[in-house]
């Protein structure tokens, strides 16, 4: 059998298996992207908001900066965070480099400017509706980015979920400040990168696809939701 | 309702607004007083929601300037606009207006009892839980009226406020603009239903391409407009070829 | 909470599956868990002297001897050594097969210009090929040429690429063992003396780092080099092989 | 001084040495990366307007597929295109493996979900303003695809730079395709990887900084010439 | 000007629209022949503009049929339609024209033609160049009346065409009206000004919260109608309250 063939083979043991190690890593997986994603898009959508609502000086800058940043890579930020976190760095005391915590702090960063740099995009479109509505209504700046981000709701789930999955499949970040320590700080990706090393091509692949499979889920049960409350609000 | 008389007159110097390139809005100097309803009238593209926009403080003159008699920084809240194509927020008609008043720093339970009066007002209170944005186009504007009146403002500008209503739309709102007025809020409107104009106007800003060409009483203006060109337009016969 | 130690560790250690395999005999006699980050060994140094890691466990001689010299860590303990192997694809166009002269088979590919890949890293395992090409006197500044390629990459992704690209390289018998992806490789050269790979732990230097866990590291350094933890490294085996070998006499 | 600082210095002395090794990987990595976002939009924005736009059966599934493909990780694409490219693959006979070639297919691969999903969100939301008009007018399924690919133009180029960003700052597909040889398929990312692997942090700090200034660079003309046409072509 | 005739009798039978939750079109019954202009009278949100995207093939019935005499599948092509709130593309007035000409498959040379001749029509020449979207809204509805109109439709479905023109254009579009049917296009039309209905209708469908109401001759509707409710609607008199 060819290594593909192998590796879907292995993913569907892995899975009907259920095996324990498995479990454990998808579950922290789960939780480290999602609890950035979460935190993330907290900074990231009034960011983008605000640069998508208001005109300042230096709008236009930030504007740049944040589309550049979509440009950082992970492995850049973890060795940032990585240096931060360090026991001979600003936050060494905390102690918290290799722990799931360094992880989401890395993936956030990672994904901030992704949903901002996005979110503006989203935003600004609407605004070029909304803004002379809003502003004769008395909407002050934050209010109107608040207006928007609630009316432009079910586009920003698109949003998010793009960084969802960039956190999802980032690897150089967890890496580094994570450690892929087993049954601590193992994640998917780095289970994945791991196995690729020991040249177990068909467990990598079938990691990757246990990994895809998840997402999928995810995304259907958000695409889901979010139709259904579409349909209902409009 | 308000304090009439303290935001106003309204005093434009020189106001020019250029754009694309463009000058839209030449030179326009006038006053405009607590009292009278202020109707523009002019040709399409004659730049009448331009100037309404300009006074609203929702676009900068590129020249000239836009003095109220009491500066209204504060988010604009003591005026409100109707606009030729009002902007439904995507919530139901009774949340359009209630966010509107919440934005104005109006209290809840006053919100609540305003947004009742204000759609029963215009006829709406059947629809008050659709979404705004399926309205039909004279439903829109119609609630686009209610939301301003509900803000109470001392100054209301409305851009074509009976463009799109049906007959007796058009009617019950000739009656609100009557009542609005009636309460000390100034109205500055604009129209092409010369049959409005008349009813409502005290006076009579007349646009033509971007200038000013008179302010006069609404009565001398459809007996004896003082421009050729208002004489024109009131006989429907600017040319365009 | 749970007593664990974190130990910065070169991947080959980590990736042939000793740690798995002794890691859980040290626990259940300790109850001291042991968190292994795998890194290359310049790395794992470079963690330690940030006092990121309460142990290194490393395979880079000198560099060690440079790291306690600094002052990074307390004592060099030589844990075990295993060795490296010339691998290169089974049709061996460079005709090294069988010898057992490293420096011999290393100039023969330098001649006939066949691929060789090359770690490229700055790892244990580079720097030991670096001195390797040296003994055979070879300049590889002047012979480099596109044969030779330097992969910048781990052990593992180094086997992966060369497998591809016929090419031969020298990689540590503990990874070739564990390695799955060998496709066409076979090993050519073995049992030079000069292929000797020690291993040695170092306790960071809690005077400088004072957040090392100084007991706990120094508890798994002391049953590493004790005779059931010597033990344990050597009965580790894949496919009946042994890995590593116990190598305590062999301190400094 | 401490990383970050010598990791500046060493940004600075790179770049004002204009170290021929630097160059040659600075050029590689934008050939690399702008050949495979240049590929992967003229792939995937068809594909966003179509989802955008058609209404066919299976649209929602593909919706939430390209969603999902956004957390595909870097890795797992490499092994794949590895797989397909190797000698004993299908694609084998082309040896194209480990070259340049190589790292731009899997990059391609990579950013053709995340400009897809992107795109579609932003011509949906166009979509639901012009659909009546252009169906009115007559436009097929084609040309209002068409239409709103060249009237959401402005917004669509942060999806591209989206794109551009993820394939510039990832490490994981070009290192297992391209296998970081040293003047051949060494870029930026890869380079930055080896010398975090070396424990040279300031250097590989150094050569993050070099390339987020690259981004930064390309970015502020994109957005630039967007400023320019926006305000010429409205 | 296209082939009367082959697209008409339009059928409607039973045609019900529902969204929403609510019943928008009721069981509608109707035939509209080629020929006599159609007028669609009705107060605001009775259906009216529902109804026309019905007819129009953009929205499909819940229940009941809608049949052309001649299926019109290949994109509507031989049918044209001026929204009530009419959506302009990101480009200049003339690439607006040329482009849905475009999309019609009208030869390049015909589109210049056309497109000059049709801004001449609605008085934009002076501004073909200018973004369609910075357009002023009577302007735009213009355009949109050109960008129909270009198309040489055999049926024209026009939804207020003349709401937010100054008086000038009103007439104008009377007359552009006049010219188009005189051509043979079938024009099906709605408004809220009676007097363009008066002066343009040569029958009458009257709407009333999704119900067809009557289908009469013009004439007979603005002296006699049928229903009580239209009745009331002509005088203004259709109660909210
Ligand atoms: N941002 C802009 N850029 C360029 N031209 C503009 C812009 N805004 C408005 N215009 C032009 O200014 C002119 C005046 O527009 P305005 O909307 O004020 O007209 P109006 O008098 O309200 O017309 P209508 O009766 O049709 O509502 C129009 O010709 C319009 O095309
Ligand atoms: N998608 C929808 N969902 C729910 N309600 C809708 C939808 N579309 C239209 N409606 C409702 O259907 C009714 C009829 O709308 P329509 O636009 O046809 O009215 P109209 O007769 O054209 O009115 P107007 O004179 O104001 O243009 C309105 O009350 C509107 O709120
Ligand atoms: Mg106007
Ligand atoms: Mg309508």
Redesign the interface.
Known sequence: M???GLAFQQAIDMISRGDPELVEIVLLSLRVSLTATLIASGIALPIGAATGVAKFPGR?VL???F??????????IG??V??LL????PL?DY?L??TPTAMIIAQTILIVP?VA??S???IE?AWS??S?????????LT?SAL?LL??TRF?LV??V??G???A?????AVM?VG????G?TRV??TA???E??????PL??GL?IV??SL??L???V??GVK?IAQRR?? | MGYPGTLLPLQLDGVTFTAGGRTILEGITARIEAGPRTVILGPNGAGKSVLMRVCHGLLAPTAGTVKWNVPDRPGRRRQAMVFQRPVMLRRSAWDNITYALKLAGVARKDRDRRAQAALEQVGLSRLAQSQARVLSVGEQQRLALARAWAMRPEVLFLDEPTAGLDPTATGEVHRIIQAIHDAGTKIVMTTHNLGLAKYCADEILFLNEGRLLEQTPAERFFTQPASAKAHAFLCGELLWH | ADKFITVASTTSAENSGLFREILPQFKQKTGIAVRVVAQGTGQALDTGRRCDADVVFVHDPASEEKFVAEGHGVKRHGVMYNDFVLVGPKSDPAGVAGGKDITIALKKIANTKTPFASRGDNSGTHKAERRLWQAAGIDLEKAKGPWYREMGSGMGATLNTAAQMNAYLLTDRGTWLSFKNPVELAILVEGDTRLFNPYSVILVNPTKCPNVKKDLGQAFIDWLVSPEGQKAIGAYQIGGKQLFFPNTNANS
Chains 1, 4 share one sequence.
Do not use: H
């Open positions: 060819n290594t593909l236009q504007i740049v900066i589309n550049a940043l979509m440009g950082l890579p992970p492995v850049v060795l940032l990585y240096l360090s026991r001979a760095g060494g102690g480099l290799f992704i740099a996005l503006r995009q989203v479109d509706e909304y002379e509505q809003l502003r004769s209504l008395g909407a002050g209010q207006t609630w009316d586009s698109t949003v979920l793009a969802f999955g960039r999802a499949a980032e690897v150089g580094i450690g892929n320590i087993a601590v998917m990706t994945i990168a791991l690729t090393s020991k040249g177990d091509l990598a692949l990757g990994l895809i997402v999928l995810l995304n259907a958000a695409y139709r609000y409009g």
